[in-house]
């Protein structure tokens, strides 16, 4: 089954740690999102990447990094820099050179930090 | 920057019956796309719909059409025939058409209830 897949469901960390959120896609997609979902703010751009070894800030890139070392994988750490990290995170796919560009989903990650 | 607006956080629907949710969006250019994204307790985002802004004619999935309105920058969501699995949030999205512009801009949502 193509699809994209997050990991894990449910991340528990003490502020202060660093921690990488994994995003992996089979869909031999170029295109790769993260974006954050908090409660009444829909989803915000973190960082996408276009295509393998390059990628780009979104809206509020401050506190997160990301490689793009491989084209199936695209993983999001959130830094102890981030101020609020606490939020569901959400990573996307597209074909880059589509028309429409359809993004699909992963099931997203929640993360928890105290 | 552009900006997309939902003005109903939430919306209730009586089974069988018909609903409409409201989109507008704020832009410049003439090209875009424009999208309706479901968000159901799973949190799994679930393409509904999209509108190429050059086509004239409004998209159609099954039950779920859109009334796109370019010059007033409105592109509604109606569900038909309402059933309990459209209980869910739905967001609006809009990206542009120029090269390099793959990012999606979401509104905050409206919440879905559908009621037996």
């Known amino acids: 089954d193509g699809g994209i897949t997050q990991s894990p469901k449910y991340l528990f960390r003490k502020e202060g740690q660093n921690v990488t959120l994994s995003c992996e896609q089979n869909l031999n997609h170029d295109a790769m999102y993260w974006y954050r979902q908090d409660p009444g703010q829909g989803l915000r751009l973190i960082y996408y990447?276009?295509?393998?070894?390059?990628?780009q800030k979104g809206d509020i890139a401050e506190g997160y990094s990301v490689s793009r070392e491989k084209k199936e994988s695209f993983p999001l750490t959130v830094t102890s820099a981030q101020k609020n990290p606490t939020a569901f995170y959400l990573c996307?796919?597209?074909?880059?050179?589509?028309?429409?560009?359809?993004?699909?989903f992963g099931p997203g990650t929640r993360l928890t930090v105290t | 920057a552009q900006t997309v607006t939902q003005s109903q956080p939430e919306m209730s629907v009586q089974e069988a019956e018909t609903v409409t949710l409201s989109c507008t969006y704020d832009t410049s250019e003439s090209d875009y796309y424009l999208f309706w994204y479901k968000q159901p307790p799973s949190r799994q985002m679930i393409l509904v719909i999209r509108?190429?802004?050059?086509?004239?004619q409004n998209a159609t999935e099954n039950r779920f059409s859109v009334n796109f309105q370019k010059a007033a920058k409105s592109f509604s969501l109606k569900i038909s025939d309402s059933q309990l699995g459209d209980a869910a949030m739905y967001f609006c999205a809009y990206r542009s058409a120029k090269g390099g512009s793959e990012k999606l801009v979401f509104g905050k949502g409206t919440k879905l209830t559908v009621n037996p």
């Open positions: 509108q190429e802004a050059y086509k004239q």
């Open positions: 996307a796919s597209s074909i880059y050179s589509a028309g429409h560009n359809e993004q699909y």
């Open positions: 990447s276009q295509i393998v070894n390059d990628f």
